[in-house]
């Protein structure tokens, strides 16, 4: 039987973050992007079947809001030293398996999570696993089971750095929880998956 998770979210502050795709859909402010951005992605983790807790980490006030009204529970971004930092945060506040996912998947759908969640969980015990990006570069997802620290090492060519870690790669078919939005080409990829309703709203001009 599958065991509850806890899923760790990091936020930038919205001036700060997804700066590659600033000016990717033209009229639309970008941190209101940003925002809906994280707001579909912590709807779908909250959605999940096999989530129990998200925390959110996060100094922006308008992401800790979003991030209340969706179930999580939010944790100041008290390192304030960059995304490792916020995640390492986060799962010192956590008991049991721990997901650190990033907060760019608009087009996550819950059913693709748990499913990758539940392969994590079927793998070698004591071993963190990881889900790289469509690319195959970066990474979505990095998981821990119990008792083992989450170790992230997101960034550049993070799927290679999580690997020499350590970490096991998870290679099953979940183009929703791959597809992370970096740039307005990344954007139009979501948007073909089929994106969650806030950045429907705000992208919706990218299928004319």
Same mark, same amino acid.
Do not use: Y
């Given at each position: 039987?599958?065991?509850p998770?806890t899923?760790v979210v990091?936020?930038k502050?919205?001036t700060?973050?997804?700066s590659? #795709?600033?000016?990717?859909v033209?009229g639309v402010?970008?941190?209101?992007l940003?925002l809906?951005?994280? =707001?579909?992605?912590?709807?779908?983790?909250?959605?999940c079947?096999g989530?129990?807790?998200?925390?959110?980490?996060t100094?922006?006030?308008?992401?800790?809001?979003?991030a209340r009204r969706a179930?999580?529970?939010?944790?100041p971004d008290?390192p304030?030293a960059g995304?490792n930092a916020?995640?390492r945060?986060?799962?010192?506040? =956590?008991?049991g398996?721990v997901?650190?996912l990033?907060?760019? #998947?608009p087009?996550?759908r819950?059913?693709?999570?748990?499913?990758?969640?539940r392969?994590?969980?079927?793998g070698?015990?004591g071993?963190?696993?990881?889900?790289?990006?469509?690319p195959g570069?970066?990474?979505?997802?990095?998981?821990a089971?119990?008792?083992?620290?989450?170790d992230?090492?997101?960034g550049?060519d993070?799927?290679?750095?999580?690997?020499a870690?350590?970490a096991?790669?998870?290679?099953?078919d979940?183009?929703?929880l791959?597809?992370?939005?970096d740039t307005?080409?990344?954007l139009?990829?979501?948007?073909?998956?089929?994106?969650?309703?806030?950045?429907?709203?705000?992208?919706?001009?990218?299928?004319r």
């Amino acid at each position: 039987m599958s065991q509850p998770w806890t899923a760790v979210v990091p936020v930038k502050r919205l001036t700060a973050a997804k700066s590659r #795709l600033r000016g990717g859909v033209p009229g639309v402010p970008h941190e209101e992007l940003a925002l809906a951005l994280a =707001a579909d992605t912590l709807e779908a983790v909250r959605a999940c079947s096999g989530v129990a807790e998200v925390l959110v980490v996060t100094d922006d006030a308008r992401v800790a809001a979003t991030a209340r009204r969706a179930g999580a529970r939010v944790l100041p971004d008290v390192p304030d030293a960059g995304l490792n930092a916020a995640f390492r945060h986060g799962a010192a506040g =956590a008991g049991g398996w721990v997901a650190g996912l990033t907060a760019d #998947l608009p087009a996550l759908r819950p059913d693709e999570l748990a499913a990758a969640l539940r392969a994590a969980q079927a793998g070698p015990p004591g071993v963190r696993r990881f889900v790289a990006d469509a690319p195959g570069t970066g990474t979505v997802l990095l998981a821990a089971p119990p008792g083992i620290p989450l170790d992230p090492r997101f960034g550049p060519d993070s799927a290679a750095a999580h690997l020499a870690s350590g970490a096991h790669p998870l290679t099953g078919d979940w183009p929703s929880l791959r597809r992370d939005v970096d740039t307005a080409g990344d954007l139009a990829a979501a948007l073909r998956l089929g994106l969650g309703p806030r950045t429907t709203a705000l992208a919706g001009c990218l299928a004319r």
